[in-house]
């Protein structure tokens, strides 16, 4: 047992954790000041535009949006919870039975303690969102001009804050208690199994993540394309009509899906890269040697991200507000630019202050190499300025503001929803070329600096500004739900104008996200795969060229395939018994057209809604879900770890170019609608808005990128990852079955003999 | 200089394709037989239904589609031979330079050898097919019931085979021949440097294939877009209508994108499996000591396939012949049936007969292995069988026969043109599982019994169909000319029935031997890639874990998607042309869509949209092309082989995932159309066929699927095949440089030492 001390990196890590935690209760209470339940006298703050009408319709919304959602969260954590305790019990087993007993506890409190903490985090933003979704849609109610704009803009943006800086401070606190305890049982020179265990945690998270994204990405795209459909095509009324029982459902899903989902599926990002680089550096004597705050340099690099988040987030909401529509884009941008720059020279300093002056670390392109403060830096800054290069290449091809998403609306005019579908595909199929270059790069410097502990630094400096990217994926949907409530509870035409410009802005920022989270995904994932080879003690490198290594890497590039035609077919069938179901609704009550339907009935409708989503999201997210984690798993058990190697080098490679291509196509049909809404082209046919053939053929690739970008494409992210802890978890496991050759190698090994 | 000898192997391979040609010839007299020239007398042979004015338009549109496919070919191959001499400059040059003069000229002459027989194939095959297709609406003219059957569809099967067999024949012995004189002046020992000349035949024939496969690719889609678009969705005009100035353009593109490009890339499979595998075995000393007739094994694997296609063919026409709707489909999957099990039996007795009962080959997996006969058999059997299995597989998810196809079909009543896609794309992932488990087994199965020699003795295998696959590939576009030109020059319905239901047995078969282009440009890719490591020298295999082949990895799994981006947008922008020049041209004269505009009139509109698609596929191929061959060898040339390496494997592995999503999208969107439109469903809404909204959600995803079916996927074979034998030919050139580290090397010592 080793007594306690409190380095400066535990000081550095538990200062952050409290720093954040602090900030978002200081976030909190701004949000807070505001009510939202109709008070028995009219509003008296300054000019008000809501009589008690709009007020109570407000409230009804918004009240039915945080029943919805906590119901599904209630729900769907059930099932977590179930696999949590079932999946525990084998990891239990398989460890204890390959390792030791005291290995399979560590590990499988780290497992829990991981997946429990990505629970919280997704429950916590999914709270936040909701609370402040009906708060920004009174803000923006309640004032003009560039007063609307800033209050919006700033309850929005400070609810996404809020929600950011909690997560991110927790999931820190939390590893850290968990190094704490575990670091009173293990000695120094058996810190590499201290931290196998710890990756424990990371698979909790990813675990949590996979049916948070899948669940929640099948619930909201459902409800989505459903509404959709049934809205605008079928009986031609408007997106958010009142009279539409899909709508509550639709907006519940950006909370359960879009803000808890991601914030599960970053958490997990965050966890997995962290337990790589912990696993790598503590598997070199050298490392441990340099002491505790050498090790946790991972650790720290999110820690001083945070701190950095905090101070650039005022630059948002103080030094300089949005006060337009223009700025908002610009304003989230902006914020983006600052933290990634100042997380790249903390991050030069604090390898400076914390690793030694040359120590040796083991690989898997060398055996061991010699690693510096000045290089593990680099790895960092490539990783942080990569990650801003592949996030500002994104949004060049999913904003209306550039070439690409114009073209795809033009593409409407020439031949309809066919032309749309052609050059949106192609969209997205280009969008690759230059984030994949950059990621290559990336890869390739942080590799060729410091091997696999390199790429998961690389992975952790692209995480630094996690803060900020959950606070500006937080405040997409928020801003999006309240648009939605501000048309349900019969708001003014400007406060949706308003709404509706936070929320385009919001879909370019959340394109970016995207990048961002595949970027990382990717670099997680790879970290992870060397994590896994550097633990199973393999020098010789990975050979492609083995039978079974190249058959899999086969199997793992259809991985992703396989994958996504589950969710994409779930979301259509889904959204179909949406169609239906409303339909009948509406055949069955002409009121509910005229909009004269009694309260009861309409509650009851919309109620009806959200349980075909929620029962069909929570069906449905099994079978994807068990895919990923079973095919590692069983790949493993039978055929060792030479086609795991293949498995996961193929769904890597593969998942990346898909996910990317799917989220910018996704994204760019859903802006080039967008585009032609709001009347922005110059081209007559377009500039005539919605209604005309050409917005028809608009909708049609919108409805059919949703699944694209906001079910399939992330939930590839959690693929890669999960595949990849997953075997770093089990290394041991596989191992000890006949020395990583798997079942069925007996059978090989005859057949050879032939 | 060796004395020249007629082993057993050389009358194997020279009898087979002199029977083959005679075949051939025979089969083109058939088709001659039937004049189509409007004869001065009426029509005498037996019930005629043809009246003169029929007659002369049917004449007319023939001569016209002859003419625009002459013209495109003219043009394209005026553009190929200028490739040709360039690339054929650059070639010697840098082989000369890497290697030795007598090398550098060898090489060449293969190459331009190679490239010339590719051409010519293209061009009989294109000339066959416009000779037969107007044959075919005569014969299905001239016959009824039972009969009508009969005739139409032995003189559309009799058209392919007639294709099929000049073209493997050709193939053959254009190979033969260079073997036989490049013998005159190799040792036996030197025979390794002798196989590594030969394979530029294989380098030239892909080039050409590159070429015809994505010019004609967009060329026939641009065109069949387009004239959808137009005159489905705009105008209201039936599909192939003769007042659609598009038709005729779409009917030529049938001719030089399906028969030629398709014709052009199987003669690629077939040349490269040949040069791979002849490079492998001519590397062992072993090979070379065990005789001439042994090392030409892989050639007469060939042979032997165009006897057992040229036996099972008499099947179909003869023996068995199809006399109504239900038994076209089965008619032609007993063909390939049949020739895949009879192929196995023949392989397995070439190997014994021809092969030393043991011997030593080089390998990647391990630098040298021993093989013996009944290993070898089981490759090539491995590879015959899992062709069929996959082949029968992709039929499955394409037909309409099958549950997936009708769920597309269901999914535009639940919600149009969005579900449709939606449920389409879902298909396509979904259908890449199976055949990718089998291609996966196929390669674990070839790989562990004789290594890279085994695969592409796969390769070989599943390519001994080929003249069927051939057969089968030209009967398609043939029946489907033959209707378009019925509907054309005003033929009665019935012959339209007939025409229709030869073309949907062969859009599915056609589905079929997409399955297995895909199939065996994987295997041959692969081995490809390890001729390539072999020839190197590189005996410690590929380690995927190093930076630069990781990085590379990951650039090269994006190469498809890019590449696919280009074709699909030269589709979509040419398609947009067409409608334009077609909407103008009905808009300038109203008696064009009233029908009674003057020939002369309508004449020069065609020619105007057959100038659309020529001149936009021609400048379009260009860009594809040049990204495909300059990225390997740029990769080469500036990073070296390790760079290469994972530039191979990522664009094999990511290429075959895409490709085989990519074609079976498209089949199953053409199909579901044609499940609506021919009344197949006993769902009320589904039955009402054409004209309803259902049947116009079901033409967007058809639309849609064109280019993704017949531009981006199939082309993606040839990117797998043209890098990788690009790379084999290149071998020396790539190791001249710096040992194969390439130029940039200098520069990554330089940050290393950092």
């Avoid at 339909?583 to 075909?612: H, M, S, W, Y």
Wanted: glycine fraction near 10%.
């Amino acid at each position: 047992m080793t007594t306690i001390t409190f380095e400066i990196a535990d000081q550095l890590i538990v200062g952050a954790g409290i720093v954040g935690l602090v900030f978002s209760y200081f976030q909190f209470g701004f949000l807070n000041k505001m009510t939202i339940k109709p008070q028995p006298t009219t509003e008296s703050s300054g000019l008000t535009m809501l009589d008690s009408k709009i007020t109570e319709g407000l409230f009804e919304v918004y009240s039915a949006i945080s029943e919805g959602a906590n119901t599904f969260l209630d729900a769907e954590y059930k099932i977590c919870g179930t696999f949590i305790a079932l999946f525990g019990g084998l990891l239990f087993c398989l460890i204890t039975w390959s390792s030791t007993m005291a290995d399979g506890i560590f590990t499988t409190v780290a497992f829990v303690t991981g997946a429990v903490t990505s629970m919280v985090s997704g429950y916590i933003g999914m709270k936040v969102a909701v609370f402040a979704n009906g708060r920004v849609a009174k803000a923006a109610a309640q004032n003009h001009g560039e007063k609307q704009y800033i209050a919006a803009f700033n309850m929005a943006f400070r609810a996404g804050s809020c929600m950011g800086f909690a997560l991110c401070s927790i999931g820190l606190l939390v590893l850290w208690v968990l190094l704490t305890v575990f670091k009173m049982w293990f000695d120094v020179s058996d810190y590499d199994m201290m931290m196998d265990c710890i990756s424990g945690y990371g698979l909790g998270g990813s675990c949590v993540a996979m049916f948070g994204r899948v669940g929640g990405g099948i619930y909201t795209k459902a409800a989505d394309v459903g509404a959709d459909l049934v809205g605008k095509c079928d009986l031609g009324i408007p997106e958010d009509d009142p009279r539409n029982p899909a709508t509550v459902a639709d907006l519940v899903g950006d909370n359960v899906g879009d803000v808890a989902g991601m914030s599960a599926d970053l958490f997990g990002s965050f966890a997995e890269s962290t337990c790589a680089a912990l696993v790598i550096a503590a598997s070199a004597q050298d490392m441990r040697d340099a002491g505790w705050s050498a090790l946790l340099l991972p650790v720290c690099v999110s820690a001083v991200g945070i701190i950095i988040c905090l101070l650039a987030s005022f630059v948002a909401t103080d030094f300089n507000p949005v006060r337009c529509k223009a700025q908002v884009e610009e304003g989230l941008k902006v914020q983006l630019i600052i933290t990634s720059l100042c997380s790249v020279a903390a991050s030069v300093v604090l390898c400076y202050m914390l690793l030694p002056t040359e120590f040796v670390l083991k690989g898997v392109a060398s055996a061991s190499f010699i690693a510096t403060p000045a290089r593990v830096a680099g790895c960092v800054s490539a990783g942080a300025l990569g990650g801003l290069a592949i996030g500002i290449v994104t949004e060049y091809y999913t904003s209306h503001s550039y070439k690409p998403v114009r073209e795809v609306a033009m593409s409407c005019k020439k031949g309809g929803a066919a032309t749309n579908i052609i050059y949106g595909l192609a969209l997205g199929y280009l969008s690759t070329i230059v984030p994949v270059i950059i990621l290559s790069a990336i890869i390739f410097t942080s590799f060729t600096l410091c091997d696999t502990y390199g790429v998961a630094m690389a992975a952790l400096g692209m995480l630094s500004t996690l803060a900020t990217c959950l606070t500006i994926d937080g405040y997409g949907p928020i801003s999006d739900n309240a648009g939605g409530i501000a048309e349900m509870s019969g708001m003014h035409e400007d406060v949706r104008d308003c709404t509706d410009a936070l929320d385009a802005a919001g879909n370019t920022t959340a394109a970016i996200g995207k990048g961002f989270a595949i970027g990382s995904a990717a670099l997680v994932s790879l970290a992870l795969y060397g994590a896994f080879v550097v633990r199973l003690g393999i020098d010789t490198g990975v050979n492609i060229l083995e039978p079974l290594t190249f058959s899999f890497l086969m199997l793992g590039s259809m991985l992703p395939y396989w994958f996504s035609a589950l969710t994409m077919k779930s979301v259509g069938e889904a959204a179909g018994a949406m169609v239906t179901e409303v339909k009948n609704q509406f055949a069955a009550d002409k009121r509910l057209f005229e909009g004269t339907a009694p309260k009861a009935l309409v509650a009851a409708n919309r109620e009806k809604c959200i349980a075909i989503s929620t029962t069909a999201s929570l069906r449905e997210m099994v079978a994807p879900s068990a895919l990923v984690i079973f095919a590692p798993l069983l790949t493993g058990t039978l055929f060792g770890v030479y086609a795991v190697f293949g498995l996961l080098t193929g769904g890597l490679v593969s998942g990346v170019q898909l996910a990317i291509s799917m989220s910018n196509t996704g994204g760019a049909w859903d802006n080039a609608k967008k585009f032609i809404e709001q009347k922005l082209s110059d081209d007559p046919e377009l500039k005539k808005g919605k209604g005309t053939d050409v917005h028809r053929a608009a909708v049609v690739g919108d409805t059919v990128g949703d699944p694209l970008k906001d079910t399939s494409g992330p939930a590839l992210n959690i693929l890669m990852k999960l595949m990849a802890i997953l075997s770093l978890v089990f290394a041991d496991y596989f191992w000890s079955i006949n020395e990583g050759r798997g079942l069925f190698n007996v059978a090989v090994t005859v057949a050879r003999r032939i």
